[in-house]
């Protein structure tokens, strides 16, 4: 069946500017998690959703990162006044659910944000 | 903190021999994961061992997990060429995964 599916692929935007992020994840899992991952480090975590709630943003770096996942499948994370440090490659990952065995997380391909 | 580290941070090996990586962390787990990550995209779940498991097994891959020592490590026999990668351990809390920063693997033809 189809994985997690990330667009874009690639993003370059100007320092200031609005992005959206968008995570379709595996249909029928009802757990999304984004991550970002800088250039030679592992993923770091930002937000998961249980459904249509957040359920942990405490990875969110500050007021200018925001996610949602209104009919709780598709999700975007949206950056504003983004920052050249915001630059990274962004990954989703969906999971059947939060216990035991549903728990394996299935990551998308990314996204690759270049803030220039 | 509860982030996996993984150790080395490089390794290189010729088609054929095995490749060992270790994972350490520092407080109690429900589960740890390892993946495989080509070229900076697109992480690949390995396997997901729970605390109450010791080892398991798939196909090439043997993970271990020692929790009074709060370790784990993966084995990959006879290795390939198509084995290079980054490989990342993560533990898994409370929906959350924490990830180290990975071994990079190099398998030489």
């Known amino acids: 069946g189809a994985g997690v599916s990330q667009t874009p692929s690639n993003k370059v935007t100007e320092k200031g500017k609005y992005v959206e992020l968008r995570c379709d994840p595996i249909s029928g899992h009802t757990a999304l998690y984004w991550y970002r991952q800088s250039l030679g480090q592992g993923p770091e975590f930002l937000i998961y959703?249980?459904?249509?709630?957040?359920?942990?943003d405490s990875g969110l770096p500050n007021d200018r990162f925001f996610a949602v996942r209104p009919e709780g499948s598709v999700s975007t994370l949206k950056i504003q006044r983004t920052e050249r440090g915001d630059s990274a490659v962004y990954l989703c990952?969906?999971?059947?659910?939060?216990?035991?065995?549903?728990?394996?997380?299935?990551f998308g391909p990314g996204t690759r944000l270049t803030v220039l | 903190s509860q982030q996996g580290e993984e150790d080395p941070q490089a390794l290189s090996i010729q088609e054929g021999e095995n490749a060992t990586m270790n994972c350490s962390y520092k407080t109690s787990i429900n589960n740890l994961q390892w993946y495989r990550q080509n070229s900076g995209r697109g992480l690949v779940h390995l396997i997901l061992i729970r605390s109450n498991e010791r080892e398991k097994h798939s196909g090439r891959l043997r993970v271990t997990l020692d929790t009074s020592k709060k370790s784990s490590s993966l084995l990959i026999t006879a290795s390939r060429a198509a084995d290079t990668a980054s490989y990342f351990c993560a533990i898994l809390n409370a929906g959350k995964s924490t990830f180290g920063d990975g071994t990079t693997l190099t398998v030489k033809p």
């Open positions: 959703f249980q459904g249509t709630g957040a359920a942990d």
């Open positions: 990952a969906s999971s059947l659910g939060l216990g035991p065995p549903t728990d394996t997380q299935y």
